[in-house]
């Protein structure tokens, strides 16, 4: 056996063996705070981005808390879509088979046959993995009992949240015992989603992983003005100076990833589209044909883009700027991954700023560029106009300080006053270029 770092935990052999075979050494830094509070029965609250090692940071402990001679549900892991479930599942298995184990674990998600599922329930499995509306259904029809399990795992709560599915949620806890020990992971944690956990975790431990700013040496994120110009014309125009091994192109909503689609396809582009409004034999559809290369390009939105697991992307492009840092963070976190490089390119217009500002502060360096006669071209800071404004605007009061109102007012005075200001100004300014 390898002397891996996990070995810290004091974990059982056979949890050891299974990290071994999956060659992990060094826990990521959520791995490092969430496993020993989840051995310790403690309910967590776990904020990480994709990618981060979230996954295993509660599998790993479930896993090693598993007793193979009780034939009833021991855990349950929830994800928002099937295609996320599938692959938290994915890796159930893959535990599983790796170690000499006769653990027991069941998909639960919609579009499957159901009556066929019912009869595979006919035993308890050990561990449920799957989305709430399903598990929900079968706990209601009497054909999966969860009371007798020890943890509930609800993962990206955020999107559970914007799908509409925190509801299901609620009514499956209910149905749990009390004492059951809940770990939330989430990208996000919006306000809306306080009353969910208050409701449900007492003092719970709270993780908040300082991963989300995207490391500067293989990460870069450039700024190109949409100005009068459409996106599609924009992006067209970027395809012809990038060449991508696979590119995500962002939009802040499904009716937006419809018309951009529909336009790039116009302009003799082939881009896949995935998004929450897609049947699920469509998306499976597109997610076969990403897998075999078949795009080059794919539009999207964030709660579709969240729920799949899209590897090997190496350009983000944001046909819009989303709202909130977070969704930045998201949305360029689908590249540069497993020490690769990654380019975000990002659409932007003045309106936009504030968040560029925002995410500035936050260590992220923008380059400004464009693009011109068929190449990239280096451009002024996207802050340098607001920098110019600024020191303008000083300038200007400075200039009005030294012009005083007259005592006694006559028609016209204001604008004499204007003209002595407009004179101060200029003065101040020829100082200010003779000092440089």
Known sequence: MKNHQFKQYA?????????????????????QKVIPAALRGESIIGQSQTGSGKTHSYLLPLFNQLDEDIKEVQFVVTAPTRELATQIYDEVRKLIDYSDQQWSAKLIIGGTDKKRMIDKLKEQPQIVVGTPGRILDLIEDGVLDIYSAKAFVVDETDLMLDLGLIKEVDQILVRANQAIQLMVFSATIPERLQPFLKKYLSNPSYFKMNDEVISPEKMEHRLVPLRHREPAEMIYRITGVIQPYLAIIFTNGKEQANKLARELTEKGMEVGLIHGGLTQRERKRVLKDIQNLKYQYIVATDLAARGIDIKGVSHVINAQMPKEEEFYIHRVGRTARAGMEGTAINLYS???????ERLERRGLTFDSYDISKGEWKETKSWNERKARKKQESEVEQKAWKQ???PKKVKPGYK???????QQVKKKMNRNNKFKK
């Open 350 to 356: 003045d309106d936009d700023l504030a968040l560029v």
């Open 11 to 31: 974990l059982k052999p056979v949890v050891n063996d299974v990290i071994d075979q999956l060659g992990f050494y060094e826990p990521t830094p959520i791995q």
């Open 415 to 421: 604008k004499k006053m204007k003209r002595q200001q």
């Open 403 to 405: 012009v005083r109102k």
